[in-house]
């Protein structure tokens, strides 16, 4: 099972960098291949979102995530278009707090053949943009 893990330095604090992650209705408006994402039940520190996203084609799934204070956010797979998907935003404070070492894990399984351009695609260019995206949210809300 591939697994990716990226990190980026984002000038907000961690709390601030963890609303923009927990607004997941907001992800369609800034990352490029999200064509949707639907809260579909929402408690104090746990969602689960329906999300579409089109890489390639459209691929659809629903994962539960569950908040862990203000530095970190796991999910899980429940149901969708891949084996497995697992994964975590772990939030490191920089500069006594004022900035945030991100650091995304991601652990998928596609449950088919994909070929090895596409992964690395995926892994190489998705991924980077992506954390790219999310930093450009969190500084622009600050």
Same mark, same amino acid.
């Given at each position: 099972?591939?697994?990716?893990? =990226?990190?980026i330095d984002i000038d907000v604090p961690p709390a601030a ?5 927990? +607004? ?40 539960d995530h569950v908040r862990e204070g203000d530095t970190r956010?796991?999910?899980? =797979? ?11 935003? +772990?939030?490191?404070?920089? +500069? +006594? %707090? ?17 070929? %090895? ?5 995926? =892994? ?5 943009a992506t954390l790219a995206a999310f930093k450009q949210r969190?500084?622009?809300? %600050?």
């Open positions: 099972m591939p697994v990716a893990r =990226l990190s960098l963890m609303r923009v992650i927990c +607004d997941f209705a907001a992800y369609p408006r800034f990352l490029p291949d999200m064509e949707e994402a639907t809260v579909l039940r929402a408690e104090p520190a746990r969602w689960t979102v329906r999300y579409a996203v089109r890489i390639i084609r459209r691929v659809e799934y629903t994962l956010l796991r999910w899980a =797979l429940v149901e969708g278009a891949f084996k497995s998907n697992n994964g975590a935003w +772990d939030l490191e404070p920089l +500069d +006594d %707090g004022t900035r945030t070492r991100a650091t995304y894990t991601l652990e998928i399984d596609l449950g088919m053949f994909v070929p %090895g351009s596409v992964v690395k695609t995926l =892994l190489e260019q998705n991924l980077p969190a500084e622009a809300k %600050g």
